[in-house]
């Protein structure tokens, strides 16, 4: 399940989260960007375990534009992913739901495809496990502490075909807001 971040004390919580898994894994913190829709991924505990952040391309910063303005075509709805973040308890339990919430997100909103600066891992599991079509549309760069891929999600292939058995992991989950 997830919940959609809507008061100061559910921001406070998803910049708290996010800055824990982003401190322990090097990177410099970076706050939600305005514009944004953002989202703590619950554990079966109920527990708010990670966090995810949907931004409308046209409000991402100058630097995704940058990156991204020459793949993105006219008959694309684009957003930016960022802050996918799980606390080490929770790893294993919230990758999947993420995911999912992306997919799920991607098609409630009608956007086709998502960009964002994929860690390497993330950027192979996407292509590998979730069997999302992930395109690394640039070399690495060196962001916010780590190597990163710039990478292009192709997102509609995945919310229009939702019963190919390549899908199997996808799991549709009820959004909340925190009240």
């Known amino acids: 399940m997830y ?16 800055e824990v898994v982003w401190s322990s894994m090097g990177f410099e913190m970076e706050f939600a960007k305005e514009g944004s829709d953002l989202y703590l991924l619950l554990a079966e505990d109920g527990e708010a375990g990670g966090t995810f952040e949907f931004t409308p391309y046209l409000k991402s910063n100058t630097f995704i534009h940058s990156l991204f ?18 606390l080490p308890f929770y790893r ?3 990758g999947r739901k993420g995911i999912c919430l992306m997919i799920d ?37 060196f962001y916010k502490g780590a190597d990163a891929i710039p990478t292009l999600f192709h997102l509609k292939e995945v919310y229009s075909d939702k019963d190919n058995p390549k899908y199997s992991w996808y799991i549709p989950r009820k959004v909340e807001v925190m009240r």
Request: glycine content about 4%.
């Open 105 to 141: 997100y991607a098609e409630k909103h009608g956007y086709t495809h998502a960009v964002g600066i994929a860690d390497p891992t993330f950027f192979r599991s996407m292509n590998v496990k979730y069997n999302i079509l992930a395109t690394q549309i640039n070399e690495k760069i």
């Open 69 to 86: 303005e020459e793949v993105i075509k006219d008959d694309m709805k684009v957003m930016e992913v960022d802050s996918l973040a799980v």
């Open 92 to 94: 294993g339990q919230l």
């Open 3 to 18: 919940k959609q971040v809507d008061s100061k004390e559910t921001l406070a919580l998803f910049h708290k989260i996010k």
